[in-house]
Every structure is written in structure tokens, then in C-alpha cells.
């Protein structure tokens, strides 16, 4: 087996200006949006109180996960990332796969961010098409993206910043409204008071952490950023351990004060809980405070994913696996074509609040998830093999390892895979794997047919970064 090198030097040409704290907003921007600011009304209704059990077993998961990946992306920071390990330590085939698989679920996550956009100006404008806001949003995005690294880093470190505070002073007014406000409809009591803690059940729950992978997404784009980050061993270790941390308190800790504060019964998917929580309070514009602070967040994790899915088209055409246009860059160091590509999900977001906006949302999370999950079984997998071979060749150890191997790392694996299979059991979901098992059946047929015997190197030449 070839060197990791050689995949590293295939996919140079990025700029290097990526600072530590840059990486550790653009997991929280990615990680910290739609998913808990909506989304989290979703898990709500299958869950009711025990979708706080549903996130903590999502944020387990992601742990784990975070841990693989910050061990590999130590060993080997590239853009290609996951995607670019699961080529060398498991077979081309595999690279290919979760390569396109991600950047599938990633674009159709910029679409369920962009719908999620229409929804929360609809709180100030109820006439004006959401299709409106999408194109004027999207337009706007899309602009940053292309100008350089460095200005995508900066807006997305003072947009994860916005919703960052918020959350805090969220907490903050939470637990003085919950602990110190002695008003007798809000308490810990709203836990049980409506049907118990598990309404619908223990199946209810685990039903739910299908949502709350939904919403820890986008917390592993920190691997992808690695490969344009100043000093990727140092950023890397300090980012991934302050993301995670956020994440899990972020979480666990606004979902528990919002299930105090609203009865759960109550938490619907017509506005953010957020801007619920706000309402029942009674602080003088609030709501429409903390809807601008989720639109915010749908803005910042929609920047964070167009940046993501660009990267991962980058590195499929620096591999022989994509269009060699998608792998040259400008001279600003930005794949231009990748970028404009990559923005499919936004046109598939206009069609779908043109035909259906009621139901826009949740069908594009439904079709997402796949790729999402594939993607995260197979970093696991991949790391399973990636540390198989370290043991192997007996490589020195590595700054950061991954604790509990070979143990966690399999749980991580199941858990993943029994997450992906209850998809098929929930209505709301069954389109996950229907749709995401033949679209995966046919990438392996294109890779069979078309790309299985194109050598990296050949495309390398003909990709290589164009200053125009």
C-alpha cells in the first residue's frame, strides 16, 4: 500500500488560513442550526421528554466519532478527509463511495438550512413567498463561498458567535425562569405532567435519536477543514475538544429547559420551540429577537455546508472521481466549479417549497439522513482499519489516540447501523433507505463502469490548481 502522502499532495493547493478557533466555529456553525433550532420540535413530538435521552445517545455517538476522526485527521490532514481514508485504508471503491454519499447528504442539507431560512422570515413577512428569501440568502452565501478561505472563516466565525451568545443567555434566562421565577406551569413537573416522561414509549425515544443524528451533523466538516487550517495537528486537537463540549452542553441543556418551560405537547413544528420559550416568558420582543438568532444559525450552518460539500467535490476530482474542472482552483485558492455544483441542493429547496413548503423540510432531512449515516458507519469502519494497519506496521503513537479501542469503536459502528436500519420501521424515514440503498447500489455500478480504472495521477495533471 502506497504511502498517505501521495493523497495529500494530490490534494494541495488549498489555502492554509484556517486559525484553531475558525475550525471549532465551523463545527459548531454546521452542528448548531436547523437541527436544534426546528428540528428539535420534530424529535419533540416522537419523543415528548425522553428526546433528552434521544440526544444524549446522539451526542454519545458523535463523541465516538470524534475520536475516530481526530486520531486519523492527526495522522493525516487532507481535504479529502474520511472520504480520502476510507480510499486508503479500506479500497477506492470505499472512498468513492462515502466521498459521494456525504456530499449528497450534505447538499440536501443545505436545502433543509435554506427552507428553514423561509420559515423563520415568514415570522415577519407571512406574505412574501419563502422562495424569495431562499434565492436572496442563498445568492448571498454563495457570494462568500467564492470570494477566499479566509473570508468564509471570518463570517463563520461571527455568525456561530451570534447564535453561540445566544444560546448562553438562553441558558442563563432557562434556568432563572425554571429555578428562580416560582411561576407554577413551569418546572421540572412538565417532564411527567403530560403522559410521563416516556409518552410514547421507549421506541418513541430511540426513534428520536434518528433526529438528533440529524442534528449533530455537519460537527465532522472539523476533519474536512483540517486540510486548510494553519497548524492542522494543533488546531485540530484544540477544536475538536471544545466543539464537542459545546455540542453536548448546548444540547442536553437548552432541550431540558425547553421541556421545562413548554409542555412538550406544545412544541410544534410551525416555529422554533425557541421562539415558543420566548412567548410563554412574556420578554418584550424576544421572540422576534431569538428568530433572527435562528435564522442566524440556519445562515451559518448553510455557509458551513456549502464550504463542506465544495471541498468534498474538490478532493472526488483530484481523485479521478469527478470532472477534472471540479478540482482546479482559482487564484484564490477556491474550486469554483465544485462550489457551483454544489449548490444543486438549494435548487432542489426552491422546487420543493414551489411544490410542497409545508412539507419541504422533513422530506429533505428524510432523504439526507442516509448519506449522513452511511458516511458516519464508515468512519468507524474506516478507523477500525486504519488502526488495524497502525498496529500492524508498528507506527509510533500518535499525539491523540482514540481511547477504548477496539471496543468503542465497534459500538460506535453498531450503534450507527442500528440507527440507520429503525429508519426503515418510521414512516416519516422509510424513504432513508429506500432511496439511499439503490442511490448507493448505483455509485458502485458508475464506479465499476466508468471510474475503476482511472489512476489518480492521470487526472492530477490535468487538475491542478489554474491561477486565473
Avoid at 334 to 341: E, G, K, T, V, Y
Avoid at 408 to 429: D, E, R, S
Amino acid at each position: 500500500m502506497k504511502n498517505f502522502n501521495h493523497i495529500i499532495e494530490r490534494e494541495s493547493g488549498l489555502q492554509r488560513h484556517l486559525s484553531a478557533g475558525q475550525m471549532a466555529m465551523i463545527a459548531i456553525g454546521g452542528a448548531i442550526g436547523t437541527g436544534l433550532f426546528l428540528g428539535s420540535g420534530f424529535a419533540i413530538g416522537f419523543a415528548g421528554p425522553s428526546v433528552i435521552l434521544s440526544y444524549a445517545i446522539g451526542a454519545l455517538v458523535a463523541l465516538l466519532l470524534m475520536g475516530c476522526l481526530a486520531e486519523m485527521t492527526v495522522a493525516h490532514p487532507t481535504a479529502g478527509s474520511f472520504g480520502a481514508y476510507a480510499e486508503h485504508f479500506i479500497s477506492p471503491l470505499a472512498g468513492f463511495l462515502v466521498r459521494y454519499a456525504y456530499w449528497a447528504a450534505v447538499v440536501l442539507a443545505v436545502g433543509t438550512e435554506v427552507t428553514a431560512v423561509g420559515l423563520y422570515m415568514a415570522y415577519w413577512f407571512p406574505d412574501v413567498p419563502q422562495w424569495w428569501w431562499v434565492l436572496l440568502f442563498s445568492a448571498l452565501l454563495i457570494a462568500i463561498n467564492a470570494t477566499s478561505v479566509k473570508a468564509f472563516g471570518a463570517m463563520e466565525y461571527a455568525l456561530s458567535s451570534i447564535k453561540v451568545i445566544a444560546i448562553v443567555a438562553f441558558i442563563l434566562v432557562g434556568c432563572w425562569v425554571v429555578f428562580g421565577a416560582q411561576r407554577p406551569e413551569i418546572g421540572l413537573h412538565n417532564y411527567t405532567a403530560h403522559g410521563g416522561f416516556f409518552p410514547k414509549g421507549a421506541w418513541g425515544m430511540w426513534v428520536a435519536v434518528i433526529i438528533s443524528i440529524f442534528s449533530y451533523l455537519s460537527i465532522e466538516m472539523i476533519a474536512v477543514a483540517a486540510g486548510e487550517a494553519r497548524d492542522p495537528q494543533s488546531a485540530i486537537r484544540t477544536a475538536f475538544r471544545s466543539s464537542v463540549l459545546r455540542l453536548v452542553v448546548f444540547y442536553l441543556l437548552t432541550l431540558a429547559l425547553m421541556l421545562a418551560i413548554v409542555p412538550w405537547s406544545s412544541a410544534g413544528t410551525d416555529k422554533s420551540p425557541f421562539v415558543k420559550v420566548m412567548e410563554i416568558i412574556g420578554i418584550p420582543h424576544a421572540a422576534a429577537v431569538l428568530n433572527f438568532v435562528v435564522l442566524v444559525a440556519a445562515l451559518s450552518a448553510m455557509n458551513s455546508q456549502l464550504y463542506i460539500t465544495t471541498r468534498m467535490m474538490f478532493s472526488l476530482a483530484r481523485a479521478g472521481h469527478a470532472p477534472a474542472a471540479m478540482g482546479r482552483l482559482n487564484a484564490r485558492g477556491i474550486p469554483l466549479a465544485a462550489l457551483a455544483i454544489s449548490c444543486m441542493g438549494i435548487a432542489v429547496a426552491m422546487v420543493l417549497n414551489l411544490w410542497k413548503p409545508e412539507q419541504a423540510f422533513l422530506l429533505m432531512m428524510a432523504i439526507s439522513m442516509f448519506g449522513a449515516m452511511f458516511t458516519w458507519f464508515m468512519v468507524f469502519v474506516t478507523h477500525w482499519f486504519f488502526r488495524r494497519q497502525r498496529q500492524r506496521s508498528q507506527a509510533p503513537a500518535l499525539p491523540f489516540q482514540m481511547w477504548g479501542f477496539p471496543w468503542l469503536t465497534l459500538l460506535g459502528a453498531a450503534l450507527m447501523l442500528a440507527i440507520l436500519l429503525t429508519t426503515l420501521f418510521v414512516p416519516q424515514f422509510r424513504m432513508t433507505l429506500l432511496v439511499g440503498l439503490p442511490f448507493l447500489l448505483a455509485l458502485t455500478l458508475a464506479y465499476q463502469l466508468h471510474y475503476r480504472h482511472r489512476t489518480p495521477a492521470a487526472v492530477t495533471a490535468t487538475a491542478a490548481p489554474a491561477q486565473e
